[in-house]
């Protein structure tokens, strides 16, 4: 399940560097949707996390308050291997004390709380915002360049972690399909992503390998920029090329499951030929009921600088919710990912 196989949007770099040689190599600050409103009977904790995953601090939260691990809620799963900043939530009545300063959580320093009316829930995101340390660059000249192209957008792939150790998820969605089960819900749900995952990734890759990743065709199906929200096209035309140039609209591919397929005529026939070696998985993903939506491929990060600072590289840039970092860094640098291979070995 190696990234190297999907298809380079600007060509593979030739420059090489490390990531993640040490936790603060990677610092994520989650910035949520909302503002917290200062009142109401669920806590908001700011914590700031290094070398713990997301799960491991909402069990200690749970041992601490006396609560069940479920019901600490999170905005969404940050890595391990990493510096991160994020917030969780739990229900505590408005009249009883809660001495949160003195808590010692493993790994953790809690940054501040604050009151809000309603419960934090899963992808209550507005963006996460990246400051990446690439150490021992072997050429910076090339990273500078090929940092301004990534302004333009880069491939929106799922990451190498949707996937698990090795691939791991994904082989797991494929033994489920082929007749196996998964009692645990929340394996049987990391299966099944990570084949929706894989499913879409390919079909970028195919779109690159085509030279269809910035040209609209006959019945694409669109994304406005900033938003959810999807129109179908019938005929390719120079004005939704327009747009398509000017970043207002991105071109869509399928996050497969149920439904009809929103795309029609040579989309439909590019879509439906991308996935068929994929045919199992497919159908695996019918079988369990998922509804068939739309994601953007093109991811454009927002307010990227770079900095030189001797062999090292140091950018900062902003994704929105469920877009990974790394999909940027592979079309910037061969990078060498330290904490993964620290993941592997555990």
Known sequence: MSSKTLAYLYSEPTA???????????IVDEELNFTPSGAG????????K??????????????????????????GLKDRHAVTRQWFCFKWPIKQSLDW???????????????????????????????IRLRQVSDCNEVLQRADKLKQGVPNYYGEQRFGINGGNLTLAQQLFAGGSISDRKLRGLALSAARSFLFNQQISARIAAGLFNTVIDGDVLQLNGSGS????????????????????HITAVLAGLGEPMVSSAAAEFEQHALLPYHALVSGLEDYRLKAERRAIRLLPQQLTMQQQGED??????????????????????????????????
């Open 16 to 26: 090489a560097a490390l990531l993640r040689q040490q936790p603060d190599d990677f």
């Open 41 to 48: 009977e669920h806590v908001l904790l700011h914590i700031e």
């Open 50 to 75: 290094t070398g713990q995953n997301t799960q491991f601090v909402a069990k200690q939260l749970a041992e601490i308050t006396g609560l069940r691990a479920r019901d600490i809620s999170y905005a």
């Open 101 to 131: 300063q003195s808590w010692q959580l493993t790994g953790c320093t809690i940054l501040s709380m604050q009151r809000h009316y309603r419960k934090l829930r899963l992808g209550a995101l507005r963006a996460n915002r990246f400051t």
């Open 230 to 249: 999807v129109f179908r096209t019938t005929q390719a035309d120079q004005q939704l090329q327009q747009r398509l140039d000017t970043q207002d609209v």
């Open 313 to 346: 590289m140091v950018l900062s840039f902003a994704l929105p919710a469920g877009c990974f970092a790394t999909s940027v860094l592979r079309e910037l640098v061969n990078y060498r990912d330290c904490g993964r291979q620290t993941a592997d070995m555990e």
